[in-house]
T-cell receptor
Framework: AQSVTQPDIHITVSEGASLELRCNYS??????LFWYVQSPGQGLQLLLK??????LVQGIKGFEAEFKRSQSSFNLRKPSVHWSDAAEYFC?????????????FGTGTRLTIIP | EAGVTQFPSHSVIEKGQTVTLRCDPI?????LYWYRRVMGKEIKFLLH????????ESGMPNNRFLAERTGGTYSTLKVQPAELEDSGVYFC????????????????FGPGTRLTVL
């Protein structure tokens, strides 16, 4: 069965600093990988997704993620965070054998931004 | 284009009562999903509709949960009778119809319904 691990429950960074959120997955074939963000009072918003091709994926709000098959990782990065990036971030994997099927999520990483 | 909407945003009920959650997907989206997040844990899949048919309900916890999608538009998730462990945030998501094997499409999520069972 597929699974996702987000080892960091809570991360605090200073505004303007760089950010990397870790995500490791377990899946037998080439996975479909996603990063979602949930701001307070909002639904989950898709930041970016990886299906195939270029392993460095660009997303919205200046985020990017890199798929590394050898490390089973899909870490999310941003060169300079803004106070508005404070939110909870979820990594998810989808089943590529069946296309648009259920997503398996990690437990989330809560990001706090300090001035 | 309106996003996925869910009602109510928050529900507080007592153990043994019944609660019905509603989800309105994005217009024209054939796929509708329900997920749940129990506090501090991961978001877990409950079930998947394709139009009005249940495609996958492997995540439904037990027979106290009943999901419907009459007419292939909005969906309801009923919990009867509610238990303490049912507390959590229930998310709904929708996506477009697929047009070929091996393709997937973005799931758009609603804001969730926070259910508290006392």
């Amino acid at each position: 069965a597929q699974s996702v691990t987000q080892p960091d429950i809570h991360i605090t960074v200073s505004e303007g600093a760089s950010l990397e959120l870790r995500c490791n997955y377990s899946y037998g074939a080439t996975p479909y990988l996603f990063w979602y963000v949930q701001s307070p009072g909002q639904g989950l918003q898709l930041l970016l997704k990886y299906f195939s091709g270029d392993t460095l994926v660009q997303g919205i709000k200046g985020f990017e993620a890199e798929f590394k098959r050898s490390q089973s990782s899909f870490n999310l990065r941003k060169p300079s965070v803004h106070w508005s990036d404070a939110a909870e971030y979820f990594c998810a994997v989808g089943d590529s054998n069946f296309g648009n099927e259920k997503l398996t999520f990690g437990t989330g990483t809560r990001l706090t931004i300090i001035p | 284009e309106a996003g996925v909407t869910q009602f109510p945003s928050h529900s507080v009920i007592e153990k043994g009562q019944t609660v019905t959650l509603r989800c309105d997907p994005i217009s024209g989206h054939d796929n509708l999903y329900w997920y749940r997040r129990v506090m501090g844990k991961e978001i877990k899949f409950l079930l998947h509709f394709v139009k009005e048919s249940k495609q996958d309900e492997s995540g439904m916890p037990n027979n106290r949960f009943l999901a419907e999608r009459t007419g292939g538009t909005y969906s309801t998730l009923k919990v009867q009778p509610a238990e303490l462990e049912d507390s959590g945030v229930y998310f709904c998501a929708s996506s477009r119809k697929l047009t070929g094997a091996g393709h997937t499409d973005t799931q758009y999520f609603g804001p969730g319904t926070r259910l508290t069972v006392l």
